[in-house]
């Protein structure tokens, strides 16, 4: 080809390329995977714990004990803001499957309890809704962290973490260095005299 004839070329196909309605192709959108459906038996136990209004939140080896839990909740619609982060339930149960039925290991409604009491940090008076948050540890398993709402009051509040200890098989709350486990109390009034 002759040299004269390359620069003449070169502007040819500069100005074809303006022209062009041709468009880069565009990358395959990304598939979302679907949250995997609730298992109906799953389903209808929340249910049974919790009513009709219930939404499962999680389930699965929760504690990665080899037994399938659930953790369903009667979560607040529209949910307010707040600087805590979190969803604002009611109500929360864990509850494990054993055979063909399902146990209730730990309830949240006005306190947090467990089958042997009250958990250690349950505020004394009664709590009418809960900031539930958790995280799922592939090797130590679900930490739930509750947090007290406590109407208008401008006081902060710790959330009081709840985790499966394998020592005693049972969810209690953890000190806050998040190290320790505490135990339960039996009662949460005030020892008090009634003379009269």
Not at 79 to 108: D, F, H, I, M, Y
């Amino acid at each position: 080809m002759p040299r004269w004839l390359l620069p003449g070329l070169l502007f040819a196909a500069a100005l074809a390329g303006c022209g062009s309605t041709a468009t880069a192709p565009q990358p395959p959108a990304e598939k979302k995977t679907a949250e995997p459906a609730i298992p109906e038996e799953v389903q209808q136990a929340a249910k049974a714990f919790l009513g009709s209004d219930v939404t499962v939140l999680v389930f699965g080896d929760l504690a990665k004990t080899g037994k399938q839990q659930f953790l369903a909740a009667n979560v607040v619609p529209n949910t307010p803001k707040s600087v805590v982060a979190g969803t604002v339930v009611t109500r929360a149960v864990v509850a494990e499957n054993e055979g063909s039925t399902w146990l209730e290991l730990l309830r949240c409604d006005e306190h947090l309890k467990n089958s042997k009491g009250y958990l250690s940090q349950t505020p004394r008076q009664s709590i009418n809704g809960w900031k539930l948050q958790y995280e799922d540890s592939p090797e130590n398993g679900i930490t739930l962290y509750f947090t007290p709402i406590k109407g208008d009051s401008v006081e902060k509040t710790l959330p009081i973490a709840v985790k499966w200890n394998p020592a005693v098989k049972r969810y209690q709350s953890m000190d806050l260095s998040y190290q320790n486990f505490l135990g339960e109390v039996i009662s949460l009034e005030n020892p008090r005299s009634t003379l009269r």
